[in-house]
């Protein structure tokens, strides 16, 4: 089998490279799972720079997050799984052909799902969920505004929040992903050509957004705390420019605007049991409806995980770039 590694940080496509292994084999309540889908994310690109929240702790280390497999051997004690259950993996260092997890990191996948989209169900749908109702308390009619709303995290927020009654400004930097924004639910599309951007906002809708969502960091975040109401919330949840947040102090201090954050990997550590079943749940049936199709742009095997990961860190992307297993029937 494959495994894809990083022996050091840097540029993801020049680290990252393929180690052939013997199939491990499942000690007691573990199971091996075949993947057969990875998801490559901007997260698993700041993994290998070592940009990462969470790092491995040591090197070298496999990446990936997100992956869809089969169960095909068991250790002794497995109790709910066997083999030939579909498994959506939970954990790090997916990026392999093989990988041995405890049984209850390997929940199924939900019966008769697509297994590219059910990969990707659980981290930016979940992503983009959790902040349209989490942070804030918001009303159908509210506004919300975002940046980088093309990103997959940003569609799915559009498709969220038009389910939800909000309004949503959505900013991007091209305007061929307008059409495809309009029909996720957006209300409005700005293309950023270095605009007075609080102003655009402004003339655009009827009332100042309550929230602001910001994955691109620098003087993105400024724009947005201009614009969003009197004690408004601009919860940063990307690095994508890898530039620091700039917020104006008038807008701290007069206006009383609120910077937080979001991070996934850390609502997973502080929700209870309940909690992340009724997410999966949810997120389980909007995968069922179609609601959370993701477009694709390239599949690569993984034995092709570096020109993938260049891919990945690619702009103007139009979808996804995912790995493949070597473990297609
Ligand atoms: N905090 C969390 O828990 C959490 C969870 C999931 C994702 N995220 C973050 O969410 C963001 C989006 O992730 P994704 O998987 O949805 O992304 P994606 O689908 O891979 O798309 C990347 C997007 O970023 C845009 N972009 C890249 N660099 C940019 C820049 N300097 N300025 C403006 N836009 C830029 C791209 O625009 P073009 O199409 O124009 O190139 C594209 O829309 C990432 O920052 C990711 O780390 C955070």
Redesign the pocket.
């Known amino acids: 089998m494959k495994r894809a590694i990083f022996k050091s940080h840097g540029d993801p496509a020049k680290m990252i490279e393929i180690l052939e292994e013997k199939d491990p084999v499942p000690g007691p309540g573990e199971v091996r799972v075949r993947n057969l889908v990875m998801t490559?994310?901007?997260?698993d690109l700041?993994a290998i720079q070592g940009q990462y929240g969470a790092q491995p702790m040591t090197l070298p280390a496999t990446p990936g997050v997100g992956a869809y497999g089969v169960v095909d051997a068991l250790g002794h004690g497995v109790s709910q799984l066997k083999v030939g259950d579909a498994v959506l993996p939970v954990g790090s260092g997916l990026w392999a052909d093989a990988v041995i997890l405890k049984e209850r990191m390997a929940p199924k996948a939900p019966a008769g799902c697509d297994p590219e989209q059910a990969a990707l169900m659980r981290?930016?749908p979940?992503?983009?969920y959790?902040m349209l109702t989490d942070m804030v308390k918001l009303e159908a009619g509210d506004w919300i505004v975002q940046?980088?709303?093309?990103?997959?995290?940003?569609?799915?927020v559009i498709r969220f929040a038009h389910e939800l009654g909000l309004k949503t400004v959505n900013?991007?930097?091209?305007g061929d992903?307008a059409k495809a924004l309009r029909s996720d639910g957006a209300d409005i599309v700005i293309i950023?050509e270095g605009q007075d951007m609080a102003a655009a906002i402004s003339s655009a809708t009827s009332a100042m957004p309550k929230l602001a969502l910001d994955?691109?960091?620098?003087s993105?975040t400024e724009a947005l705390g201009a614009a969003v109401m009197d004690r408004g919330t601009v919860v940063?949840?990307?690095?994508?420019?890898?530039?620091t947040n700039q917020l104006n102090p008038r807008d701290l201090v007069f206006r009383d605007v609120k910077l937080r954050?979001?991070?996934?990997?850390?609502?997973y550590r502080t929700a209870n049991r309940q909690k992340m079943h009724d997410l999966h749940s949810f997120l389980e049936a909007k995968l069922a409806k179609g609601i959370l199709q993701?477009d694709i742009e390239a599949r690569y095997p993984l034995d092709h995980v570096r020109e993938a990961v260049a891919h990945?860190a690619?702009?103007?992307?139009?979808?996804?770039?995912l790995l493949k297993g070597n473990n297609d029937a």
Do not use: C, H, Q
């Open positions: 490559i994310n901007p997260a700041l981290a930016n979940a992503t983009a959790l940046n980088a709303a093309n990103s997959n995290v940003g569609r799915m900013i991007v930097r091209r992903v950023d994955a691109v960091g620098g993105a940063v949840y990307g690095l994508l420019s890898g530039e954050g979001f991070w996934l990997f850390d609502w993701t990945a690619r702009d103007g992307r139009n979808g996804k770039i």
